[in-house]
C-alpha cells in the first residue's frame, strides 16, 4: 500500500499537491467522466472534524485505509452540505475517484436518482469492480503504478457507453449560461420536451434540471465571494440573480449557509475545483 511518505514524495505529473494530498489527473480517454483521482492522508493534511462538502453534482467513490482492512464507499450526486470530517480526519490514507456529472452511470448503468444524497458500500453495487479496486488500493506501494492500474480497470470497465446527446447539449448550455437557463428555455433549446430531459438528467445525473442549475449557479457565486474583490451586489449580478437579496437566499437555501458565514468558516467547506 502508498505510505503517507509517499505523497509527500510524489514528483509525476499532478493537477495540484499540497501537504497530504495529491490530485492526479486519470487517462485522457476517462477524462470526459472522471475528474481526477485524489491521494490523501487527512490525518497528515490536517483535515477539520468539522470538514464540510458543499453541494455538488458529482459523485465520489472513497476507498479507506484502515489498520485492518480497506472499506469502501459511493456518495451519490448532493444537494445539500453533508459533513465528512467526524468519519474521515483520522483516516490514514485515502483513494478518491472523482466523477463528472453522468460519470459514474456510465460504469455501472445504476440509475443515479437512486443515490441521490445517499452514500452506501460500493460493494454492495458492483462487487466485481469494487474488489478490482480495492485490490490495487491494498497491494500497490507506488502512486504512479496504481493511477496506472486504475485506468486499466476503469477503461476495462466503461466499454463503449456514452452519455446521451441531448443532456450532453443540455449541460454544456447549462454551464456556459452559468445555470440561468430554465428547463423550458433548455428543452427548446434542444428540441426536447421538459419531461424527457428532466427523466435523463434524473437517470444520469441523479437530480432534475432545476437543482443541477442551481448547484451551478451557487458554485459559480461562491467562487467569486471566495476569490475577492468584488461587492455582493457585483457577484450577484455577475451570478445571474436579481439582487443580493436572491443570492443570499439561494445559498442559504442550498447551501445552508450566507456569503460571510462562507468567509468565516471557509477551511471547513469543500468544494472539489476540477469538478462540479
Given at each position: 500500500?502508498?505510505?503517507?511518505?509517499?505523497?509527500?514524495?510524489?514528483?509525476?505529473?499532478?493537477?495540484?499537491?499540497?501537504?497530504?494530498?495529491?490530485?492526479?489527473?486519470?487517462?485522457?480517454?476517462?477524462?470526459?467522466?472522471?475528474?481526477?483521482?485524489?491521494?490523501?492522508?487527512?490525518?497528515?493534511?490536517?483535515?477539520?472534524?468539522?470538514?464540510?462538502?458543499?453541494?455538488?453534482?458529482?459523485?465520489?467513490?472513497?476507498?479507506?485505509?484502515?489498520?485492518?482492512?480497506?472499506?469502501?464507499?459511493?456518495?451519490?450526486?448532493?444537494?445539500?452540505?453533508?459533513?465528512?470530517?467526524?468519519?474521515?480526519?483520522?483516516?490514514?490514507?485515502?483513494?478518491?475517484?472523482?466523477?463528472?456529472?453522468?460519470?459514474?452511470?456510465?460504469?455501472?448503468?445504476?440509475e443515479q436518482n437512486l443515490?441521490?444524497?445517499?452514500?452506501?458500500?460500493?460493494?454492495?453495487?458492483?462487487?466485481?469492480?469494487?474488489?478490482?479496486?480495492?485490490?490495487?488500493?491494498?497491494?500497490?506501494?507506488?502512486?504512479?503504478?496504481?493511477?496506472?492500474?486504475?485506468?486499466?480497470?476503469?477503461?476495462?470497465?466503461?466499454?463503449?457507453?456514452?452519455?446521451?446527446?441531448?443532456?450532453?447539449?443540455?449541460?454544456?448550455?447549462?454551464?456556459?449560461?452559468?445555470?440561468?437557463?430554465?428547463?423550458?428555455?433548455?428543452?427548446?433549446?434542444?428540441?426536447?420536451?421538459?419531461?424527457?430531459?428532466?427523466?435523463?438528467?434524473?437517470?444520469?445525473?441523479?437530480?432534475?434540471?432545476?437543482?443541477?442549475?442551481?448547484?451551478?449557479?451557487?458554485?459559480?457565486?461562491?467562487?467569486?465571494?471566495?476569490?475577492?474583490?468584488?461587492?455582493?451586489?457585483?457577484?450577484?449580478?455577475?451570478?445571474?440573480?436579481?439582487?443580493?437579496?436572491?443570492?443570499?437566499?439561494?445559498?442559504?437555501?442550498?447551501?445552508?449557509?450566507?456569503?460571510?458565514?462562507?468567509?468565516?468558516?471557509?477551511?471547513?467547506f469543500y468544494s472539489d475545483?476540477?469538478?462540479?
Amino acid at each position: 500500500m502508498i505510505s503517507t511518505e509517499s505523497i509527500e514524495h510524489y514528483k509525476g505529473p499532478a493537477l495540484m499537491s499540497f501537504r497530504g494530498s495529491v490530485y492526479i489527473l486519470p487517462h485522457p480517454a476517462l477524462r470526459e467522466y472522471i475528474s481526477c483521482y485524489m491521494i490523501t492522508s487527512p490525518t497528515t493534511a490536517g483535515m477539520h472534524s468539522n470538514q464540510t462538502i458543499l453541494p455538488t453534482a458529482s459523485t465520489t467513490l472513497v476507498y479507506s485505509a484502515h489498520p485492518r482492512s480497506i472499506t469502501s464507499g459511493l456518495r451519490g450526486v448532493n444537494t445539500k452540505p453533508v459533513e465528512i470530517g467526524s468519519y474521515a480526519h483520522n483516516i490514514p490514507l485515502m483513494l478518491l475517484i472523482e466523477f463528472h456529472p453522468a460519470g459514474l452511470f456510465l460504469f455501472t448503468d445504476i440509475e443515479q436518482n437512486l443515490l441521490a444524497d445517499y452514500s452506501c458500500a460500493f460493494d454492495d453495487l458492483n462487487p466485481i469492480l469494487n474488489n478490482q479496486i480495492s485490490r490495487l488500493f491494498e497491494q500497490t506501494a507506488d502512486i504512479s503504478s496504481l493511477v496506472s492500474k486504475l485506468n486499466q480497470v476503469l477503461l476495462a470497465s466503461l466499454g463503449d457507453h456514452a452519455m446521451p446527446d441531448a443532456m450532453s447539449a443540455a449541460m454544456k448550455l447549462i454551464l456556459s449560461s452559468g445555470g440561468i437557463l430554465s428547463s423550458r428555455q433548455l428543452a427548446a433549446e434542444i428540441f426536447y420536451s421538459e419531461k424527457q430531459l428532466n427523466r435523463i438528467f434524473r437517470r444520469y445525473i441523479g437530480t432534475g434540471i432545476k437543482s443541477f442549475s442551481r448547484i451551478v449557479r451557487t458554485k459559480r457565486a461562491l467562487s467569486f465571494i471566495e476569490a475577492g474583490g468584488k461587492s455582493l451586489t457585483c457577484i450577484a449580478e455577475q451570478s445571474g440573480y436579481y439582487d443580493v437579496s436572491h443570492l443570499i437566499r439561494d445559498l442559504k437555501e442550498v447551501c445552508g449557509i450566507t456569503p460571510q458565514q462562507y468567509l468565516q468558516k471557509m477551511s471547513i467547506f469543500y468544494s472539489d475545483p476540477y469538478k462540479l
